[in-house]
């Protein structure tokens, strides 16, 4: 059974960077799409970004238009973790950030997630 668990969420200021990491324990995620959604209050949960199997190396990847040029999400295979690292933070991004896992791309981007981690909270406030 895969364990996803997120860390590197905190507080920043508007305009600060911070870097998420996904770390998956109990298996190995190469042949695993990944893909980092979140979630604000009230609001429905979106995708932010989505990166192809270790084993597909020029799969494609994803953004959400709304953090395309500002996020960039890479993989460490040797450490099995899945990186966010996301610039130039708005307070609107303010959310629980969460990281999911699954065979297939393009269902993982829909939100059709066979794992899931618990989520880091992220918030940008002065």
């Known amino acids: 059974q895969v364990q996803l668990v997120e860390s590197g969420g905190g507080l920043v200021q508007p305009g600060g960077s911070l870097r998420l990491s996904c770390t998956a324990s109990?298996?190995?995620?190469?042949?695993?799409?990944i893909a980092w959604f979140r979630q604000a209050p009230g609001k429905e949960r979106e995708e932010v970004s989505c990166?192809?199997?270790?084993?597909?190396?020029?799969?494609?990847?994803h953004y959400a238009d709304s953090v395309k040029g500002r996020f960039t999400i890479s993989r460490d295979n040797a450490k099995d973790t899945v990186y966010l690292q996301m610039n130039s933070l708005k307070p609107e991004e303010t959310a629980v950030y969460y990281c999911?896992?699954?065979?297939?791309?393009?269902?993982?981007?829909?939100?059709?997630?066979?794992?899931w981690g618990q989520g880091t909270q992220v918030t940008v406030s002065s």
């Open positions: 999911a896992a699954d065979e297939t791309y393009y269902g993982l981007q829909l939100g059709g997630a066979t794992y």
């Open positions: 990166i192809s199997s270790a084993s597909r190396r020029d799969g494609p990847i």
């Open positions: 109990g298996g190995s995620t190469d042949n695993y799409a």
